[in-house]
């Protein structure tokens, strides 16, 4: 790690990860490289080899604050009210997973080649934001619907994560697919998978 302060390593890392991020909106993870995004920051791309060692650990970085944000945001839910049914806790959870595609597209991608290519000082701290989030939701069903078991909900839940990137996006290519294989199959969006699983998993009732 290179001498200056705090504040300047964690602005180098936030602008390196902020540069993927971009990138990644347009690009498929293979064709993103370190010089790719070095390209896109405001200093050489050796230096990004001071932060991160793979594009791997930058791709963590990003799904790490991705988790940070979305545990906050799940945090707030459940300080900004006293009850919830299940509908209205179903359109808020839906709501904040809409606002983190970049997530559930890194979670149905790539996770395995971001954690097996990462040191594991690095994966530990993605960790620690994964549990936050873990911590989150759970703190969240035990406070508005204490007849369900958190864990229960947390070992479905969180898995089911994997699969909605796919199942809410889909190129031209893999349509055209789709409609010359004759499956009747119509994309839906974020927010309408996420809602119908929390609900079902709440019980089914709005």
Not at 41 to 65: C, D, G, H, P, V
Not at 93 to 104: C, F, I, P, R, T
Request: glycine share 4%; net charge negative; with cysteine.
């Amino acid at each position: 790690m290179p001498k200056g302060s705090p504040e300047l390593t964690a602005s180098r890392k936030e602008e390196i990860v902020n540069a993927c991020e971009r990138l990644y909106r347009t690009m498929s993870f293979k064709e993103i490289t370190i010089k790719e995004i070095g390209a896109v920051t405001s200093f050489t791309r050796t230096s990004i080899y001071n932060y991160f060692q793979t594009k791997e650990e930058i791709f963590l970085a990003l799904m790490q604050r991705e988790y940070e944000n979305w545990a906050s945001e799940m945090d707030s839910i459940a300080d900004m009210n006293e009850t919830m049914s299940a509908g209205e806790f179903a359109d808020s959870m839906a709501h904040s997973l809409e606002k983190h595609q970049q997530l559930l597209k890194l979670l149905a991608m790539n996770h395995y080649d971001m954690e097996e290519n990462s040191r594991p000082e690095r994966l530990t701290e993605f960790k620690v934001a994964y549990g936050a989030s873990l911590d989150a939701v759970r703190a969240c069903i035990r406070k508005f619907f204490p007849k369900i078991d958190d864990e229960s909900f947390i070992f479905v839940f969180f898995p089911f994560l994997f699969g909605v990137y796919p199942y809410s996006v889909a190129t031209e290519k893999q349509l055209t697919a789709m409609r010359e294989a004759n499956i009747g199959f119509r994309m839906h969006s974020i927010y309408e998978i996420i809602y119908s699983c929390v609900l079902q998993l709440l019980g089914g009732k709005s």
